[in-house]
């Protein structure tokens, strides 16, 4: 048993090498292997395709796992699958993991309990591009001065005109909605259509982004626009990951 081999290592250790030495060498040692262990499964279980590094903080790791509560772990995982969308990146800290020792001592861990967790969901313009593009009609997102912008095209008189709006994007519980704000656009066009025709133009920018599907549970709670792609943050409680 796992419990057995971590208390017969440091006992070893310390008779061999003595404590103030050894016993941090073997606790070091155990929560490297046991870190390793755990980012597999949590590969396995989210789906994971950019790896995972699982870092659990705090002081000596040896009594949190035969005790099998961890105070305060971060988990970064790249790659996350999310619904029809890719995540680049989930960072997560999460407070209150129970992971049983007998599930480590199987070499497989099938269920975790978070009491609290907050993290980070990066998502990459080019990925949100290519589900929005296969709307009708196709939209695509970029940054424009802190904010975010979404262009597209419409039929109007028989003309196909472009338009461009930035959007106010809103946290919900499954994702993120874009409303657009007033159109954009130089189009002689645009500028006589009735203000009635003009609101239903905006609309075709609206968009939602659902991400029912992150990794522990966890619900929207904010987003932000960055350079390179928009930074959603989440959180939740009570979770429980796995069967």
């Known amino acids: 048993m796992l419990r057995r081999l971590l208390l017969t290592l440091v006992v070893v250790s310390v008779i061999a090498g003595g404590a103030v030495v050894a016993a941090p060498l073997v606790d070091a040692a155990v929560r490297t292997s046991v870190q390793e262990r755990v980012a597999?499964?949590?590969?396995?279980?989210?789906?994971?395709?950019?790896?995972?590094?699982?870092?659990?903080?705090?002081?000596?790791?040896?009594?949190?796992?035969?005790?099998?509560?961890?105070?305060?772990v971060r988990v970064v995982a790249r790659g996350v699958p999310a619904g029809d969308l890719r995540v680049e990146e989930v960072d997560a800290h999460l407070s209150g993991v129970v992971v049983p020792l007998r599930e480590l001592a199987d070499g497989r861990v099938d269920r975790v309990e978070v009491e609290?967790?907050?993290?980070?969901?990066?998502?990459?313009?080019?990925?949100l591009n290519g589900v929005l593009g296969q709307r009708q009609p196709?939209?695509?997102v970029a940054p424009d001065q802190g904010a975010l912008r979404v262009t597209g095209t419409a039929r109007v008189l028989g003309q196909d005109v472009s338009l461009s709006a930035l959007v106010d994007l809103t946290a919900q519980a499954g994702g993120v909605s874009a409303v657009p704000r007033r159109l954009d656009s130089g189009s002689a066009l645009l500028d006589r259509l009735s203000r009635s025709v003009l609101s239903g133009l905006r609309d075709r920018l609206a968009f939602q982004v659902p991400l029912e599907q992150?990794?522990?549970?966890?619900?929207?709670?904010?987003?932000?626009?960055?350079?390179?792609?928009?930074?959603?943050?989440?959180a939740g409680q009570s979770i429980v990951v796995g069967s």
């Open 116 to 127: 609290r967790a907050t993290s980070t969901a990066s998502l990459a313009y080019p990925v």
């Open 214 to 234: 992150l990794p522990f549970s966890q619900q929207v709670t904010g987003v932000e626009v960055r350079t390179t792609g928009l930074v959603v943050s989440t």
């Open 40 to 72: 597999v499964e949590v590969a396995r279980q989210t789906g994971a395709t950019g790896g995972v590094d699982v870092e659990v903080r705090g002081g000596w790791f040896v009594p949190q796992a035969l005790r099998g509560r961890y105070e305060d």
């Open 138 to 140: 196709p939209l695509s």
